[in-house]
């Protein structure tokens, strides 16, 4: 059989769930008759909560996925799915695949095969590892990862490189569920599993990732389609309005990444520096020149949270302009007066100022807030909720009686509205870090199931 | 030629989390004219944004030219990893604002 020409895939979603995709250029896509769809089930970025609590972040799954599956099925082409659930735990796994199945039968779809893998890592085997004296190197910063901070990681996942998906598509999968993984493997496999060369495809997965935010101007959640040849990658979007082009597509291969020129996965390491960009008609970039250097060792990569406590969250407004303009004093009266009360107490008390640095905090360069009025979050942690919660409420409240010299209003001193706010509780990423492994499939497991009328 | 904010002159300033513990900044122009304009301004140096942000050299794990983009990039480590308690821009999003004030001359 002569090698196939070209590789069309299809992506209308940076990040499944979280908001739907735009209806009218995902269906425009696929009628083009696109070879393959894919999607990122998740990420790392919106914290370790989701990973800690095993739980998901967007409330569309299913309905992307509803879309997603139809249209896939309907015309008899492969749908694969990443990091399923945003932190890609077994159990997100398991949810993703169950919904697929009820799907399926909601829409008598005829008989398909379901694959799906895991990514979650037994403490066990990391026990032995550790016992075997293999390093875990950090990232990012991170010190090298000690058995006691494993051991407080409350879930760790593995991050899978391209591996489990060739094995899956080998088997026939029509549709996979994959655990976690890096966002450009669920790309780059079906590009590999059809003969394009290794760095054309993994570089094809790291310019679509993010579907549309490769094109400009800045839309989310639209659809484009990247096209792998055996000498190039193209990517075209499909809202009328967007093109993609050489300055939004090699902006675009920097995004997310500390440096513009390498990127890491399970197997290896695409090099970037030799890419060259052109505008292959009004609205496709083309690219090519990406290299890719096989690993010697393979390291993978893994993640953890680890809990620090519950969490609530109280709500102050500051109006006086003598209290905004001194509010560093109410600050410290409600510090000290919550370390004088509840000082023998576990907890961590933050206070978000908005109006003078609560995004940036100390990396604002204003000093001098204009603003005319404050909005104050407490944050708190504890070891229970109801402690959590009795702190935060009398956090909020010192903001009412805050002793500040030259105060004015003798009857409250902060508006204040309804009770503390019970949040997710507090975790921090705490495993950021590489292990080697012998095998790129040994942690994660794959199933091949059916699925359908 | 008359001084500039940065806001005016590029057309693409931005920042998101690179990692769990670094946040990236990217800062795009439209021509290669305005990307050497800023860049050989100084106003945008490694030694610049660090005293913008008020923070240590070292806090800066990467600072590129990167020619093909006509893009300026520095990632920072982050104080503490995205999302953790006292955290309030996990995905690193809103970090750029700062720069748009920058004057380029």
Request: with cysteine; aromatic share 8%.
């Amino acid at each position: 059989m002569p090698p196939q020409q070209n590789l069309r895939i299809l992506i209308s979603t940076g990040h499944l769930g979280t908001s739907p995709s735009a209806p009218d250029s995902f269906h425009a896509g696929m009628a083009t008759n696109p070879d393959v769809v894919v999607a990122d089930g998740g990420s790392s970025d919106p914290g370790p909560v989701y990973l800690g609590e095993n739980i998901g972040m967007g409330h569309f799954a299913r309905e992307e996925l509803e879309l997603f599956l139809t249209a896939t099925r309907k015309q008899g082409i492969p749908l694969i799915i990443g990091s399923a659930r945003d932190a890609g735990t077994n159990a997100g796994v398991d949810e993703f695949v169950r919904i697929i199945q009820e799907l399926a039968i909601e829409h008598r779809i005829p008989k398909f095969k379901l694959g799906y893998f895991y990514s979650e890592v037994p403490k066990e085997y990391l026990h032995r590892k550790f016992a075997a004296g293999e390093t875990f190197m950090g990232l990012g910063g991170f010190p090298g990862l000690t058995v006691a901070e494993m051991e407080q990681a409350t879930r760790v996942v593995a991050v899978a490189g391209v591996h489990p998906f060739l094995k899956l598509l080998e088997a026939g999968a029509d549709v996979i569920i994959a655990g976690r993984c890096g966002d450009i493997n669920f790309t780059a496999a079906p590009c590999i599993h059809a003969g394009f060369p290794e760095a054309l495809a993994y570089h094809m997965g790291k310019m679509i990732e993010c579907a549309s935010l490769v094109a400009e101007p800045y839309m989310g959640k639209e659809t484009v389609i990247g096209t792998i040849t055996q000498n190039d990658i193209r990517i075209t979007p499909y809202h009328p309005d967007q093109r993609c082009t050489v300055a939004s597509a090699a902006g675009h291969s920097m995004y997310e990444r500390e440096n513009p020129y390498y990127e890491y996965t399970l197997g290896g390491m695409l090099d970037m520096r030799h890419c060259t960009y052109a505008q292959h008609d009004e609205r496709t970039c083309r690219i090519a020149g990406a290299q890719w250097v096989p690993a010697q060792d393979l390291r993978v990569k893994l993640e953890g949270a680890k809990k620090v406590g519950e969490r609530y969250m109280g709500f102050v407004g500051i109006r006086d302009p003598h209290i905004v303009r001194n509010v560093e004093q109410a600050l410290e009266w409600c510090r000290t007066s919550v370390a004088k009360r509840f000082g023998k107490e576990r907890y961590e008390l933050y206070l978000h100022v908005f109006g003078k640095n609560g995004v940036l905090k100390e990396l604002e360069p204003v000093k001098e807030s204009k603003a005319h009025e404050l909005g104050i979050v407490v944050e708190v942690l504890g070891d229970t909720p109801a402690l959590t919660e009795k702190i935060t409420d009398f956090a909020v409240r010192t903001f009412f009686f805050a002793r500040i010299p030259g105060v004015k209003g003798t009857a409250g001193t902060a508006a204040t509205t309804k009770l503390p706010m019970r949040a997710t509780p507090g975790y921090v990423w705490n495993v950021n870090h590489t292990m080697p492994v012998a095998d790129p499939l040994e942690l994660f497991p794959t199933h091949l199931t059916e699925a359908g009328v | 030629m008359a001084a500039i904010k940065l806001g005016e002159l590029a057309t693409t300033v931005r920042s998101k989390n690179a990692g769990v513990n670094q946040v990236t900044f990217d800062i795009i122009f439209r021509t290669p004219q305005d990307y050497e304009r800023a860049r050989n301004s100084g106003a945008l140096s490694r030694a610049a944004v660090a005293r913008l942000y008020n923070v240590p050299p070292e806090r800066i794990s990467d600072f590129v030219e990167f020619d093909v983009a006509n893009a300026i990039k520095f990632t920072l480590y982050r104080s503490q990893p995205g999302g953790s308690p006292g955290d309030w821009d996990m995905l690193g999003c809103q970090q750029y604002g700062p720069l748009l004030e920058v004057v380029i001359p």
